[in-house]
Structure formats: C-alpha cells, structure tokens
C-alpha cells in the first residue's frame, strides 16, 4: 500500500507547472524512489523546464555593437564578434598605451568590418570601450600568461615582414637596383619604403581615388610621409651619389636613376650641412627634390592620363612650383619664424639674406614665403590633409599651351580635387560658411605660385646657365628648356 501510495503522489506532482517544482525539494522527498523511476521522473521535469525557460529566438541573431557582424556572444561586458574581441584582447593585453588617433578622431564612423579593421586602432579601441567593454576582464583566467607574453610584443602592426615578401616583388627590386648599378651606388641597402617605392612601376599609380573618402585623403597624407621618408629621429645624409645625365623622361621612368631616397630633412632639428658638401649643395637639394616630386606625380592617376608628348614637358612646367610649396608648409608647419626651411635643414635666416651667394633667388623666397603664401595657411589653419589636396590642385592647375586631351585631363582633375577640399572643409570645421572661408583663402595660393613662375623660373635658367651650385647635367637643362 505504501509503493502505491507513493507512485499516485508522484503522479501528482508530475501534472504540477514545471515552474513551481523545485528539483532539490523532490530530492529530498522522493530520497527511498527505485532509483529507475526517479531517474526517470526527474529528467522529464528537466526537460520541461528548460523547454519553457530557454525558448532561443534564431530569427534576429546577435550583432556585434562594435561593427555590427554577426555572430556575436556576450564577451567582456558587451557583445561582440569573434573579430572584435581578438582585436580588444590583442590592444588590452599588449602593455603599451595605445596611441592618438591621427586622423583628429575623425574615422569614428568607418567601417571596422573587412578591410577597415586595420585602419585606425584608437578610434576602435574607443568604440569598443563607449559600447560597454571592460579591458580588466580579458586574460584573468589562472595560469594564463597572455599578458606577460603580449607586454614582450607591444602593439605592433601586424601583416607580413619585409622578408616575406613575394618572389616577384623581390624580383622587381633587384631589377630596379640592377637598372641603376651601371650609373651609381646608393650607399644604403632599399630599405621598406624603397621596396614598396620600387612597385610604382611606369603607368602604374599607387592608388586610386575613384571614391573619395576620408580614407583616401589618409592614403595621401600617408604617401607623402613615405616618399619623403624624413623624420626627427632619422640622421641626415647628403654624402649620397647622384647623376644630372638622364632626361625628364629618364626620371619618371626610373627615379632611382637620379638619386637614392635619402630623408628630405625638412624638420627644424636636423643639423647643418657639412663644409664639403656645400659646393655640390644645390645639385643635391635638386636631385633629391625633384626624385621627391617624380614619386608624387607617379602615384596620381590623372597623370597617366595626360597626353604621352606632353607628361614630360607638363611635369617640368610644375617642378618649380611644387617645391616652393613643399617648403612654405614645412616652414609654416614647424613654425620656423627665422627665416625659411630648406631640403637637408637649410636654413635661411631673414639677417642673412644679403650674405648668402644666391640671395636674390632667396629673396624672392622670403618675399613670396610671409608675404603671401604662409599668412593664408594661417588664416586658413592648413593641416597635412589639406596640403596634399591643395598639392594636387596645384599640380592640376593649368594646361596652357599642352594639346586638348592634356587640358581636358587637367580641367577634369583641378574640379575633383577641388571638390575633394571642400567637402573636407566642411566636414572638419562642420560649418558650411567657416568652410567656404577657409577654402576661399588656401585656394589663393595656387594663384600667387602662378604669378611667381616667370620670376622664379629666370632665376633658376640663370643658376643652370652659370651651373651654380653643382647645376650642370643633362637633366637640368633639359627641365630648363621645357619651361
């Protein structure tokens, strides 16, 4: 009667909401059950359980609040995908702080997903902080050692290393120094920016800016950085070996025929240019400028759309101009108020004008430097984004004298990069009237480097013509006779 009487209560309790049934209470209750039936029983009310209490919706799965993938779980505080949280564990763990944005925090809105991921590594980690994850939760777990062996690494850019390079990049490096070899010998071994400098091949720009984004303006300031592969920490070195003998065309061909790509030194803190080396030393500042100018020109597309006849002659109607911006900004830029800034640290103080050998070509420098060009880049407050898009505008801003497909080239290029600035005017000042202002004011600059190439390029027959500082080859008259 007893079994019985049990069986009937389980039965009861079986027929009770699954809610209300509390597994451990039936433990105790039911402790003297044949161990087959209660075995029984209480996997069925388990499985009732978990059938009310864990109904999954699959229909909308989790997105990542990071980039928005899927699929996504529950990690560090927050969600996230798979991608997002190697990412913060790899930037939490690494023992280094992690850098400012270079892009004035202005990338918050790209796209982190696919190839945006790399892109900018603080406005990521920042993303990931404001949707609620906490870097003190990752690596925690006893016995882990990801910490101590992450510190060892830092937050260095990840991506293959030089010497994984491909066969065939390999091959066209030894080809571009090979190409060189019969004529001189750069006293440094190509080092990465060489070997990624040697892809620009002939007709082959770097880049291309089909959709402008702030991403490609980014791309501009960057290749601007590589090409002229200066920096404070970085010696100066003007005892290279370079050659006047070859053409414009030559040069545009194979840069690497002029002069190797020594830094430009244009930082305020490079020293002086040593005793022997100043008898050559505008022969260098050329060489080295004018290698500068070719690698530039060679990585915009437009340029390869210029007419076959005439890239030569158009690239050496704007070399001269182009350079006197390059130093303006540096000079601006570093806020060098004594005079100008010069490839290699040359300096040139205002109260040393007259001393100097060449001093009516520098003053004609300074003249044009803080008499017109620098108090537009301050009023205008001009940053390395809109150097590179003005340096374009500059480049494009006049076909005279060219045939048609050269100046319908021109035209269509000096309208998109144009655009290209105002957009990013507006979207950096984030007023429409402060934007057109500033835009108003950087776009008098093309027009006072216009007025001033008659002058300038006199002075500069002059110094070729009396082969001034080391001035006599080939490829300075041949730059001189296609003004």
């Not at 060489?287 to 690239?315: G, K």
Request: proline share 4%.
């Amino acid at each position: 009667m007893a079994r019985k009487s049990k069986i009937k209560k389980a039965e009861a309790i079986s027929h009770l909401d699954p809610g209300t049934v509390s597994v451990i209470s039936l433990q105790k209750r039911f402790l003297d059950f044949p161990p087959l039936q209660e075995a029984i029983l209480f996997k069925s009310i388990r499985r009732k359980v978990m059938e009310e209490e864990q109904i999954v919706d699959l229909t909308e799965p989790e997105r990542c609040r990071v980039c928005g993938g899927s699929p996504a779980s529950r990690i560090y505080g927050s969600i996230a995908c798979g991608s997002c949280k190697v990412f913060f564990i790899r930037v939490t763990t690494a023992g280094a702080k992690v850098p400012e944005c270079q892009n004035r925090k202005i990338c918050g809105k790209q796209n982190f997903r696919g190839a945006g991921k790399s892109k900018c590594v603080p406005c990521r980690y920042e993303k990931c902080i404001k949707m609620g994850m906490i870097p003190e939760m990752t690596a925690r777990r006893r016995g882990c050692t990801l910490r101590e062996r992450r510190a060892m690494i830092g937050l260095q850019k990840r991506g293959r290393k030089l010497s994984a390079l491909s066969q065939a990049t390999r091959n066209l490096v030894e080809i571009e120094i090979a190409s060189t070899s019969n004529q001189l010998t750069p006293i440094c071994a190509p080092d990465a920016r060489e070997v990624q400098l040697a892809g620009v091949r002939f007709a082959k720009p770097v880049f291309c800016l089909q959709e402008v984004t702030i991403e490609t303006i980014k791309t501009l300031v960057n290749f601007q950085e590589l090409i002229m592969n200066d920096h404070p920490s970085f010696s100066m070195m003007v005892d290279f070996q370079y050659s006047l003998e070859d053409s414009v065309d030559a040069l545009l061909n194979n840069p690497l025929n002029i002069c190797p790509r020594v830094p430009v030194g244009m930082h305020p803190s490079t020293g002086n240019v040593p005793n022997e080396f100043l008898s050559t030393l505008g022969a260098r500042i050329f060489t080295r400028s004018i290698v500068l100018f070719a690698d530039w020109c060679r990585a915009i597309p437009e340029f390869w759309e210029i007419h076959d006849d005439d890239r030569a002659i158009f690239f050496s109607r704007q070399f001269l101009r182009q350079n006197m911006y390059k130093d303006y900004y540096y000079t601006y830029k570093y806020k060098y108020h004594n005079g100008l800034l010069f490839t290699f640290g040359n300096k040139v103080k205002l109260e040393q004008l007259e001393q100097l050998r060449l001093a009516s070509f520098y003053a004609l420098h300074v003249e044009m430097a803080f008499g017109l060009i620098i108090p537009c880049m301050a009023q205008a407050e001009m940053g390395d984004e809109e150097f590179v898009i003005l340096k374009n505008i500059i480049l494009f801003s006049t076909g005279l004298g060219l045939k048609q497909k050269t100046i319908d080239v021109a035209k269509r290029a000096y309208s998109k990069y144009c655009s290209i600035l105002l957009e990013y005017l507006k979207f950096r000042h984030k007023d429409e009237k402060v934007a057109i202002e500033k835009f108003t004011r950087l776009m008098d600059i093309p027009r006072y480097l216009q007025n001033s190439v008659p002058k300038v390029g006199s002075l500069y027959g002059k110094a070729v013509l009396c082969q001034e500082g080391g001035l006599r080859g080939k490829l300075s008259e041949d730059l001189l006779w296609k003004l």
